[in-house]
């Protein structure tokens, strides 16, 4: 017989939680009383990352990306009645769905929510698409922002580390108006994709607290001001009254019910509580049980991000950004981030990885990454005499600078791929520690390091990790942690729960100390973590402006 908890709700009510990650979407059939995963199912975009071409054939320049609408409600009807069978678990004993995007993945709609790349005559615009998280290409609006914002003192810079990334809300929306004044004046509602998926769920349109403090600058009630906005573009100046202001609510609030509509796509009861929308960085902190001050989660997959909830509200240079409530209620929510971390793994496997070496995979049964992953293994630390910046996606923290690419120093005739790929764990690996010193030094403390995201199946990822930044290495339990996060916030939003950390509690869970830094491996990575430092400072700071200057030149050349 169980022991029902006194105050744990019972065991035969569950929540859906679907994290609409950067290729695919996940869904996952929770338990509510504890955490349980009962069955997931993905559904791949398929789409997946426009950065060529749309799907007219219309080209794209470079550092676009962009991703189509409709693939995220294949989700819905693909993933979630997936999951929701191969649960067992019935309809009607589901209260709740959740969900989390990646963000800044932003689209401009109509009033009704539909996006204007589905309008006739409008589906080869570029600008009438979703602009996902890593479009690249405002990066000039960035830098206007920033210029403006210094030199008018705005008091918002500071709380993003003093600088905007041409990845956020302002940025995008901006190159919007410059490069297509007629997509931007057809635009009535400009929204984040955690938002506009829960829109479609329960018909509601409210913006989360998450998104609006961290990718559109909601700061201390208000956003940038008009005349900020008018002296950056007078066609701007009305953007924020306009096109992006809505109510706001907090995470795990209830955004409304389930339609009729959103019941048929997913084959879950019409009328179920729909919680607002999430972030899939900052929704797996509870899932981790990062719920005190101090336990930074990094959620490793096609990118890294950082977050950590402080008592502490400071300024850490080249943070994403630090918002009152921003991960969990009561406390100031940190993010940091690195734009390209899987992402440059995957680079490698596409130009680096040789047909033998693929041919030697299959017959052993390993995926590229798991057999570049062995043969990289075995290596002593510093032995493929290589350096790496990771920056091939651009430097998010804590540079903030998008037109930054990455490097591999030391090639030599000798060098194999499985010494480029080990050389590129570990500079994503730096990356990481030259974050964490950022916030160590300006007084707001890391206390431990939990993983979560697709890269924790890496074990050599996270032992490179723990050796490189020190620490031990907490492990998130779940396999798919934002998923699991967005179903522990459903479950607050149904009720079950007062707020999401007593859900964390009963709900989430971790394995402290998983990977622990073994001194003398620690030691010889200082060495080369000094190496990446000073590349880092020399590239990224001004000393040798030549990543800038490259970019000049293939701008002019391919136009
Ligand atoms: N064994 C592995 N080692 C290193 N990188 C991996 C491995 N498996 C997948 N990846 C990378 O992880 C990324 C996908 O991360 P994941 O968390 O699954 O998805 P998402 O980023 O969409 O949430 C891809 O960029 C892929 O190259
Ligand atoms: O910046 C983000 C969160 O603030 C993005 O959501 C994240 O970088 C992309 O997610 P993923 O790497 O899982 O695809």
Redesign the pocket.
């Known amino acids: 017989m169980t022991v029902e908890h006194k105050d744990r709700p019972p065991a035969d009510q569950f929540v859906v939680g679907v994290d609409f990650?950067?290729?695919?979407g996940r869904a996952v059939v929770v338990r509510v009383s504890d955490g349980a995963e009962l069955a997931v199912a993905e559904y791949a975009y398929p789409h997946a990352v426009l950065d060529r071409e749309l799907p007219d054939g219309t080209p794209l320049p470079p550092d676009w990306a962009l991703q189509v609408p409709g693939d995220y409600i294949g989700v819905l009807r693909k993933a979630v009645p997936e999951a929701l069978a191969r649960s067992g678990v019935r309809p009607e004993q589901v209260i709740g769905i959740g969900t989390d995007f990646t963000a800044c993945t932003v689209l401009p709609v109509r009033a009704d929510g539909t996006p204007l790349c589905e309008l006739p005559g409008l589906a080869g615009r570029p600008h009438a698409y979703v602009k996902l998280w890593r479009h690249h290409a405002a990066q000039g609006q960035a830098d206007r922002i920033n210029a403006l914002a210094a030199e008018r003192a705005e008091p918002w810079l500071e709380r993003y580390g003093g600088r905007i990334s041409s990845e956020w809300e302002f940025a995008k929306a901006l190159q919007l108006l410059e490069e297509d004044p007629e997509i931007y004046d057809r635009t009535d509602r400009w929204v984040e994709a955690a938002d506009w998926i829960v829109w479609r769920l329960c018909g509601t349109y409210v913006r989360n607290a998450c998104t609006a403090g961290y990718k559109g600058q909601f700061q201390d009630g208000g956003y940038p001001s008009d005349d900020y906005l008018a002296a950056l573009n007078p066609a701007f100046t009305d953007f924020v009254t306009d096109k992006l202001d809505q109510p706001i609510a907090q995470l795990g609030a209830l955004a409304g019910r389930l339609t009729a509509e959103a019941a048929a796509w997913t084959g879950l009861p019409e009328g179920i509580a729909v919680c607002v929308g999430n972030v899939?960085a900052h929704v797996t902190a509870p899932a981790a049980t990062a719920v005190e001050p101090g336990r930074m989660v990094a959620i490793m997959?096609?990118?890294t991000c950082h977050v950590m909830s402080s008592d502490r509200q400071g300024t850490v240079p080249g943070m994403c950004g630090v918002v009152d409530g921003g991960i969990l209620p009561g406390l100031w929510g940190y993010e940091a981030g690195q734009s390209g971390v899987?992402?440059i793994?995957?680079w490698f496997?596409r130009t680096g990885f040789p047909v033998e070496y693929a041919e030697r995979a299959e017959r052993m049964g390993r995926?590229p990454?798991?057999y570049l992953?062995e043969l990289a293994a075995g290596q002593k630390v510093g032995e493929h005499g290589l350096i790496a910046l990771d920056w091939h996606s651009g430097n998010r923290s804590v540079l903030v600078d998008h037109d930054l690419s990455g490097v591999v120093l030391g090639l030599t005739l000798s060098t194999r791929p499985e010494d480029v790929y080990r050389a590129l764990l570990e500079a994503t690996a730096f990356g990481t520690r030259t974050i964490v010193e950022a916030f160590e030094s300006s007084g707001v403390p890391v206390q431990e390091l939990i993983i979560a995201?697709?890269?924790t199946?890496?074990a050599l990822?996270m032992q490179i990790y723990a050796d490189v930044t020190r620490r031990p290495l907490g492990v998130i339990d779940s396999a798919q942690g934002p998923a699991l996060g967005a179903a522990m916030h459903a479950a607050v939003a149904a009720g079950a729960y007062p707020d999401i950390r007593a859900a964390a509690h009963a709900m989430g869970s971790a394995r402290p100390g998983m990977y622990l830094p073994d001194p003398d491996r620690a030691a010889a990575y200082d060495r080369l973590y000094a190496e990446y430092r000073l590349l880092h400072d020399h590239f990224g700071r001004g000393a040798n402006d030549v990543m800038h200057r490259l970019r000049r030149i293939r701008a002019e050349a391919s136009a």
């Not at 990650?21 to 695919?24: K, N, V």
């Open positions: 990650g950067t290729l695919s899939d997959g096609t990118s899987g992402d793994f995957a496997l995926t990454h798991e992953t995201g697709g890269l199946r890496n990822l």
